[in-house]
């Protein structure tokens, strides 16, 4: 055949070798689009718990300043009735 029947050979081989290569790479490709869509799937609930989270944080803010408020109050109305008390105290004795 000659050096023509020779080139066509190792065309044939080469056209092989390059499918071959392309399948796997399909094949890598699809495998990665799977792994991208669970990364957007975890993601995606990473997210959600996030915001459940912040939501949950917001109302403990609100909660510990109430509480807060209602401890201030608890101690001004403890500081006057010591106040007050010492006054009593202090006008009743001689």
């Known amino acids: 055949m000659g050096k023509g029947g020779?080139?066509?050979?190792?065309?044939?081989?080469?056209?092989?070798?390059?499918?071959?290569?392309?399948?796997?790479?399909?094949?890598?490709?699809?495998?990665?689009?799977?792994?991208?869509?669970?990364?957007?799937?975890?993601?995606?609930?990473?997210e959600e718990a996030e915001e459940r989270l912040c939501s949950q944080l917001a109302e403990l803010e609100?909660?510990?300043?109430?509480?807060?408020?209602?401890?201030?109050s608890r101690i001004i109305f403890l500081m006057n009735e010591l106040s007050r008390l010492s006054s009593d105290s202090a006008s009743a004795s001689p």
Request: charge should be negative; avoid cysteine.
């Open 6 to 46: 020779n080139y066509v050979t190792v065309a044939a081989s080469e056209v092989d070798e390059l499918r071959r290569k392309n399948g796997e790479m399909e094949k890598a490709v699809e495998e990665m689009k799977k792994e991208m869509l669970q990364l957007w799937r975890r993601t995606q609930v990473a």
């Open 62 to 72: 609100a909660e510990s300043l109430d509480q807060a408020r209602d401890y201030h």
